[in-house]
């Protein structure tokens, strides 16, 4: 079965820091470019961060910028979404999406695989 798997979330402390990772089981991402998008209740979807295939060429969203930071290990098949200074606004359930191009646009017509998402929550 190709899927997508998001994991990490929870609830943490405005400040707190949490990890996502997104692991695909059934194929392989080194040929895919990953996009972290996220939806809050009631809000349209929001383009968070992406990375190319290569890794080459990665971009944030200006609301993340400086906070979080997304990797790849194609050996374990995953990328992170490791995400710091974390802020009750960034509470939503997010997803990643296994795309043929690098993008923000979580809308974007080449997302081919993505998975039910991880809840974070932020609040005190």
């Known amino acids: 079965q190709l899927q997508l798997v998001e994991s990490g979330g929870g609830l943490v402390q405005p400040g707190g820091s949490l990890r996502l990772s997104c692991a695909a089981s059934?194929?392989?991402?080194?040929?895919?470019?990953i996009i972290w998008f996220r939806q809050a209740p009631g809000k349209e979807r929001e383009g968070v961060s992406t990375i190319s295939s290569s890794g080459g060429y990665i971009d944030y969203a200006d609301s993340v910028k400086g906070r979080f930071t997304i990797s790849r290990d194609n050996a374990k098949n995953t990328v992170y979404l490791q995400m710091n200074s974390l802020k009750p606004e960034d509470t939503a359930v997010y997803y990643c999406s296994a795309s043929s191009a690098a993008t923000l646009n979580p809308y974007y017509y080449g997302m081919e695989y993505w998975g039910t998402g991880t809840l974070v929550t932020v609040s005190s």
């Open positions: 059934g194929f392989t991402l080194d040929y895919y470019a």
